[in-house]
């Protein structure tokens, strides 16, 4: 036990001041596991070297990406790769939500504004009309 410790313990301190695992090492993780399985899956029909060689570096690169990352000591630089990567996940997951959102809403259209991208709504069945985008005043042509 007193030598399982003191691995610990020196693991511990071999950590003090670095990265470790955040949310994006952990995304890197499973990507890299994904490709081994896809490997792993597709070994039979992986006829093609050229194939599993990009499999391989693919996997490679992963490793030394999640490694690089988790005992890295420059961590405002992981810590702004990571939030870089959360904002983005929470993004996705929102825009995921609302679009259910939107999808379940019978009594409104939505046009996405050209100009900024703003999501206009707009009732339905109003036939043919303009909307002026409430942020950046620009027109759109609709139909509800
Ligand atoms: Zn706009």
Redesign the pocket.
């Given at each position: 036990m007193g030598f399982l410790r003191s691995i610990g313990n020196a693991f511990i301190r071999f950590m003090y001041g670095r990265n470790g695992m955040d949310q994006l090492n952990r995304a890197l993780l499973w990507a890299y596991i994904a490709v081994w399985v896809v490997q792993m899956v597709l070994s039979a029909a992986l006829e093609s070297v050229l194939v599993a060689a990009l499999l391989d570096g693919l996997a490679l690169v992963l490793l030394v990406a999640v490694l690089f990352r988790m005992f890295s000591k420059d961590l405002a630089r992981r810590r702004a790769e990571n939030e870089r990567w959360t904002g983005w996940v929470w993004r996705m997951k929102s825009r995921q939500a609302g679009a259910k959102a939107r999808h379940a809403d019978k009594d409104h259209k939505y046009f996405t504004?050209r100009?900024?991208?703003?999501i206009c709504r707009v009732p339905v069945g109003k036939g043919k009309i303009v909307i002026t985008?409430p942020?950046?005043?620009?027109q759109i042509q609709a139909r509800t």
């Amino acid at each position: 036990m007193g030598f399982l410790r003191s691995i610990g313990n020196a693991f511990i301190r071999f950590m003090y001041g670095r990265n470790g695992m955040d949310q994006l090492n952990r995304a890197l993780l499973w990507a890299y596991i994904a490709v081994w399985v896809v490997q792993m899956v597709l070994s039979a029909a992986l006829e093609s070297v050229l194939v599993a060689a990009l499999l391989d570096g693919l996997a490679l690169v992963l490793l030394v990406a999640v490694l690089f990352r988790m005992f890295s000591k420059d961590l405002a630089r992981r810590r702004a790769e990571n939030e870089r990567w959360t904002g983005w996940v929470w993004r996705m997951k929102s825009r995921q939500a609302g679009a259910k959102a939107r999808h379940a809403d019978k009594d409104h259209k939505y046009f996405t504004c050209r100009n900024c991208k703003t999501i206009c709504r707009v009732p339905v069945g109003k036939g043919k009309i303009v909307i002026t985008c409430p942020k950046c005043g620009a027109q759109i042509q609709a139909r509800t």
